[in-house]
């Protein structure tokens, strides 16, 4: 026998309510948003903090006192900043040995370019069977006066690298538990961080995620799927459980809630063609609507502080707005991770690398990639200063471990 399931709200049920998420969204009273609504922070906009320069992180810090008390940070966010406070500047200061290493190498891969293309033309030549005496070193064209002409090219790029670098103010030595900024960022938090989910709650949210919403790709964190472990992978749904618990509790006349992130992925956002976030996925929008009553806008850190400017007459600079505009430009690039062993490597010493897994001699190298045994001898010596490795079987095995 048929049983017709029971519901006895559907006579209520509005197209505009109940899918209202999915039908555009209404016009946002931004100023609304600023003076009322919690502000949640994610753990990305807390790292932030250690990317940034000191001017333009004092603003934001300005900006975020100013809302000190609507400030919220999950309990998932606390722990991934505090995982990762120290990673950020490490990774930081690596990406400036890398950039600096690969403007130390163009010019060497710039003799390198111009070995390979003058020694194919004399092969071209010799194919032509020319009668006519040509001489490298009488244009200038020898080894040496090509070297003495790329020497130094490349020195005002490495002293704005340099002065790129003094810009910022901390390094991993300074990292320290009592660290001015951590201590900053403590005071401006206490007693402004949720609660964590015990061990049974946890185990199920965590499978909810790996086996329910990740594969049916339900926003947020469905993007994190691959990675290390289930606990790991489920870290963006566990802080956006515990911002819907935070929500349900507030005063039903202030439900509203500014989500504040530096993730620009498409679990979080909707994307146009060109990749750039239009607003929340509609999702996100209706499930906070359905599990807290509540209104949700999500913001990037820089669009936050540019409405404090505005909307909260916070001191804020273009400078400031600039490097934040960049830093979510860099987060739409596709950019090789700096901890990637061969990512400090050029593509000619990759190229080089894999001769040298392959057993071959630095002659038998030169011979495979048409450039001479001693330009050879030059990238083999950058690879391993590159590698910290010392001799060409630990060459191998990065190359071989990481390839």
Known sequence: MHVKPADDEAPHRRLVVDFGAWLGQPHIALESYFRQALVVLDANVLLDLYRMTPGSRNQVLAALNVVAGRLWV?????????????????????????????????????????????????????????????????????????????????????????ALEAEHDLHPHDLQRSEALLMEIDSLLTGRIGPHYQADELRRLV?????????????????????????????????????????????????????????MKADWWQLDGKGRPQGPRPELVQEMRDAAS??????????????AGVHLDASVSKETL?????????????????????????????????????GLTNREIGEKLFISERTVGVHVGHIFDKLQVRTRVQASRVFLTSA
Request: hydrophobic fraction near 45%; charge should be negative.
């Open 74 to 162: 999950p309990y998932q966010a606390a722990l991934e900043f505090s995982r990762n406070r120290r990673r950020v500047v490490v990774d930081r200061v690596s990406s400036f040995k890398h950039s600096r290493q690969l403007l130390r190498a163009a010019s060497v891969d710039a003799l390198e370019a111009l070995e390979s293309a003058l020694t194919q033309l004399v092969m071209f030549r010799e194919r032509n069977n020319t009668t006519r005496s040509w001489a490298r070193g009488d244009h200038g064209l020898d080894q040496k006066s090509l070297a003495a002409r790329l020497a130094g090219v490349m020195d005002p790029a490495l002293a704005e690298l340099d």
């Open 294 to 307: 509540a209104d949700l806008l999500l913001m990037s850190l820089k669009d936050f502080v540019a409405g």
């Open 207 to 263: 499978e909810e995620a790996q086996h329910f919403r990740y594969p049916n790709q339900i926003p947020p964190g469905y993007l994190d799927a691959g990675k290390e472990n289930p606990l790991r992978a489920a870290g963006d749904y566990l802080l956006w459980r515990q911002t819907l618990d935070r929500a349900a509790r507030l005063p039903d006349t202030a439900r509203q809630i500014l989500l504040i992130t530096s993730d």
């Open 322 to 358: 600039d490097q934040l505009a960049g830093a979510e430009k860099a987060e739409e690039v596709d950019i090789p991770e700096v901890d990637d062993d061969l990512a400090v490597l050029t593509a000619r010493e990759r190229e080089v690398l894999a001769g040298v897994a392959e």
